[in-house]
Nanobody, 127 residues
């Protein structure tokens, strides 16, 4: 069965960097669009980054554009989220999500379109 496991979260000071990893198993990652979502206290879950199955097409929320980078290594069945210049408002639980797309080369930002989710990893940015 498909399983996604996030890692790399933790406590970091504002301005610092963190890299999240999402290890996928039970699926050919090359056929899945992937996304990173986050949910901050008292706020709705939002898509912060998404990538097409090859990683050639990506999306970033305005709030993280220029600071976050989504990348993937399909051979390693791993997706990454590099987070630089972190801000306190980036504090949230970050989730990795996957959507089977087959030959569809688009990325997706609607959480409702993703069938597979990781357990989440906490990122806390101190001021």
């Amino acid at each position: 069965q498909v399983q996604l496991v996030e890692s790399g979260g933790g406590l970091v000071q504002a301005g610092g960097s963190l890299r999240l990893s999402c290890a996928a198993s039970g699926l050919p990652l090359s056929m899945y669009a992937m996304g990173w979502f986050r949910q901050a206290p008292g706020k709705e879950r939002e898509c912060v980054a998404a990538a097409s199955k090859s990683g050639s097409s990506t999306y970033y929320a305005d709030s993280v554009k220029g600071r976050f980078t989504i990348s993937r290594n399909n051979a390693k069945n791993t997706v990454y989220l590099q987070m630089n210049s972190l801000k306190p408002e980036d504090t949230a639980v970050y989730y990795c999500a996957g959507r089977f797309v087959g030959s569809d080369s688009r990325y997706y930002t609607d959480e409702g379109t993703y069938a597979y989710w990781g357990q989440g990893t906490q990122v806390t940015v101190s001021s």
